[in-house]
């Protein structure tokens, strides 16, 4: 465990600015699903619970980082998984860590208090897990990632999907009274929603900066141009970067600096949200872009 993480400097394309290595937390629990997990496994010990049970696609990095967690507080775990059967390496791995999958149908994948009050409704031990690890808990995770800075940052980005994460690098900020914008960079499509996601959480919105326009396509969609900007940024730097959270936001930060929408010289933080397994799910578009 690597804690606080380390920052370290890159420069990439001429421009330099820094990564904090939340990927460098743990290989499987990592990034923001450390930082959610921390307080709702805290949560969890304190109710005496024995089983997690949690949610999330068939790619999914709380999925994972749920499983190595269970496994090492001894702890079973269990996730329905969105979506008919399928076996791939994410999946493999949560299975090696022991952790039991429910394949259900993305309708009844909907209502996730419905599916866990039908199974385990009646069984005190088990604990909830919203998908993603949304949660209170997951907040005060987050906010953490702030409190673990000792130097100044003008810019502060990371990516979002549903916007815990976020939620608590903003809540963090302004607790802190820092001097420093806060930039999101959605990875679904319409990725406006964030706003009121974030909002439920943190009403100071004033140093909230969303970028909608880095989704390529949604969810988990990628193309040649972002797959290339990848690769070209890993080689570059030794810091790997996935196609569905990091690498959009990473292709943002250059982006914005190339427009001069942020200064050359300001002083950026990138948050490493983790989720490098990512990458095998897209290890075909991977092979044929140069
Ligand atoms: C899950 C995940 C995110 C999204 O975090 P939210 O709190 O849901 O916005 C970002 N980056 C990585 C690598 C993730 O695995």
Same mark, same amino acid.
């Given at each position: 465990?690597?804690?606080?993480?380390?920052?370290?400097?890159?420069?990439?394309?001429?421009?330099?600015?820094?990564?904090?290595?939340?990927?460098?937390?743990?290989?499987?629990?990592?990034?923001?699903?450390?930082?959610?997990?921390?307080?709702?496994?805290?949560?969890?010990?304190?109710?005496?619970?024995?089983?997690?049970?949690?949610?999330?696609?068939?790619?999914?990095?709380?999925?994972?980082?749920?499983?190595?967690?269970?496994?090492?507080?001894?702890?079973?775990?269990?996730?329905?998984?969105?979506?008919?059967? %399928?076996?791939?390496?994410?999946?493999?791995?949560?299975?090696?860590?022991?952790?039991?999958?429910?394949?259900?149908?993305?309708?009844?994948?909907?209502?996730?208090?419905?599916?866990?009050?039908?199974?385990?409704?009646?069984?005190?031990?088990?604990?909830?897990?919203?998908?993603?690890?949304?949660?209170? $808990?997951?907040?005060?995770?987050?906010?953490?990632?702030?409190?673990?800075?000792?130097?100044?940052?003008?810019?502060?980005?990371?990516?979002?999907?549903?916007?815990?994460?976020?939620?608590?690098?903003?809540?963090?900020?302004?607790?802190?009274?820092?001097?420093?914008?806060?930039? %999101?960079?959605? %990875?679904?499509?319409?990725?406006?929603?964030?706003? $009121?996601?974030?909002?439920?959480?943190?009403?100071?919105?004033?140093?909230?900066?969303?970028?909608?326009?880095?989704?390529?396509?949604?969810?988990?969609?990628?193309?040649? $141009?972002?797959?290339?900007?990848?690769?070209?940024?890993?080689?570059?730097?030794?810091?790997?970067?996935?196609? %569905?959270?990091?690498?959009?936001?990473?292709?943002?930060?250059?982006?914005?600096?190339?427009?001069?929408?942020?200064?050359?010289?300001?002083?950026?933080?990138?948050?490493?949200?983790?989720?490098?397994?990512?990458?095998?799910?897209?290890?075909?578009?991977?092979?044929?872009?140069?």
């Amino acid at each position: 465990m690597q804690l606080p993480s380390p920052i370290h400097q890159v420069t990439y394309n001429n421009h330099t600015f820094s990564i904090k290595r939340d990927d460098l937390i743990d290989p499987f629990v990592s990034g923001n699903k450390w930082r959610k997990l921390k307080y709702i496994l805290l949560d969890a010990a304190a109710k005496n619970k024995k089983h997690l049970v949690t949610f999330g696609g068939a790619y999914s990095n709380h999925l994972l980082a749920t499983a190595a967690a269970a496994a090492k507080h001894q702890l079973k775990a269990t996730a329905f998984v969105r979506g008919e059967e %399928v076996n791939n390496e994410m999946l493999s791995l949560c299975k090696i860590f022991g952790m039991r999958l429910h394949f259900v149908s993305r309708e009844s994948y909907r209502d996730k208090l419905q599916l866990f009050e039908n199974r385990y409704g009646n069984d005190e031990n088990t604990y909830f897990i919203n998908e993603g690890g949304a949660a209170p $808990e997951a907040i005060i995770g987050c906010t953490e990632i702030i409190e673990e800075l000792n130097e100044p940052f003008d810019h502060i980005f990371c990516a979002a999907g549903t916007g815990t994460t976020a939620a608590g690098l903003l809540k963090g900020i302004n607790q802190l009274e820092l001097d420093t914008q806060l930039h %999101v960079i959605p %990875v679904l499509k319409n990725g406006s929603f964030i706003k $009121e996601e974030i909002a439920h959480f943190e009403q100071n919105l004033s140093r909230l900066n969303l970028h909608t326009n880095y989704h390529f396509g949604g969810y988990a969609k990628t193309n040649p $141009e972002l797959i290339s900007f990848i690769k070209d940024f890993s080689a570059k730097t030794g810091i790997l970067i996935d196609p %569905v959270y990091t690498g959009k936001m990473c292709y943002a930060i250059n982006d914005l600096i190339e427009k001069n929408h942020i200064k050359k010289d300001a002083r950026i933080l990138a948050i490493h949200t983790g989720g490098l397994f990512g990458i095998l799910g897209k290890i075909a578009e991977f092979e044929k872009t140069p």
